[in-house]
């Protein structure tokens, strides 16, 4: 059975940087109170990237679809599969994976959208390596792109400092060669209501609250108690002690969550790839967006071993060991 290789990487921010400090005259403005310190402090986050109202997810998606493939060399038509991850499309329908596919002006290729929140990058990952490795697809575009920005509530101080919008992507051929060694998800709906967007649209009218709404406090022990038996149970299937991967690329939520997780993995802060600090958390695109800076910037190189994480609403976490 081949290996799915990672031939390519790209990535898309909107072009709007938010600092906090921004952010906090902002609310300031309306009457609420944070601050620099209080978000750096909490979370790492220094700035976040927003979209305008004109961009929506699938414009980012197509634009780091666009790098990934120009970056794997490939020509677009032998893609014969699009999975894309978002919990913020374009439309109920069709999916966002389909109109990427339309800006690329391919057609005939599989392609679907995959709704895992914050995990949702690991499990269209992971979704793709199991069609390349039944050798139901050869090259698979994968995709993870958000506009968080559009589902949060901006009076919510809790909840309105800690995200952004963007978009990475992945190209993954069929290979002889190591590449994906071995995968990792799970999922507990019980804790679908510590963090959720639990609106919907009914007969014209939005029903329910169509704002993210979070418990932070359960959400952040949750997520590190997950991540570390996932990380166990992929070291474990791949027969790799945690200690040995070369890379560490959590999903960028919050840097006490990560720091606390590479302490628990015996993996120093050099081996970690931290985005949080510029791109704040985008959800679905958080993981390639890290993977594509540090990949670029020659940290990630070929042949080495990268842990690729994410957590998030469902609740759901998985992990994805993966030889570059
Ligand atoms: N600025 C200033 N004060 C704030 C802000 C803010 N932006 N937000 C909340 N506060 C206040 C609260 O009102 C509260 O005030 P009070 O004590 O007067 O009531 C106080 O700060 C403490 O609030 P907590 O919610 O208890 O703050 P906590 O220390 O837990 O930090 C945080 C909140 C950063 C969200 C933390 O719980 C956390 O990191 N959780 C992890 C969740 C996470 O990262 N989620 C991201 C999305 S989920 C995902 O991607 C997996």
Known sequence: MPFSKIIGSGSALPSNIVSNDVLSQQLAAKGIETSDEWIVSRTGIKQRYIAADDVKTSDLAFEAAQKAIADSGIDAAEIDLIILATSTPDYIFPSTACLVQSKLGIAGAAAFDVQAVCSGFVYALTTADS?????????????????????????????CVLFGDGAGAFVLKASDEPGILATQLNADGSLHTILHTAGGVQHGQVVGDPF???????????????????????????????????WFVPHQANVRIINSLGRKLGLDEDRIVVTVDKHANTSAASVPLAFDAARKDGRIQAGQKVLLQGVGGGFTWGSVLVQI
């Open 131 to 159: 069609y390349i490795r039944a050798g139901n697809a050869k090259c698979a575009l994968v995709i993870g792109a958000e506009t968080f920005s559009r589902i949060i509530d901006w009076n919510d101080r809790g909840t």
């Open 212 to 246: 993210l709404r979070m418990d932070g406090q359960a959400v952040f022990k949750t997520a590190v108690t997950s991540l570390e038996a996932s990380a166990l149970s992929v070291c474990a299937k791949a027969g790799i002690a945690p200690e040995t991967i070369d």
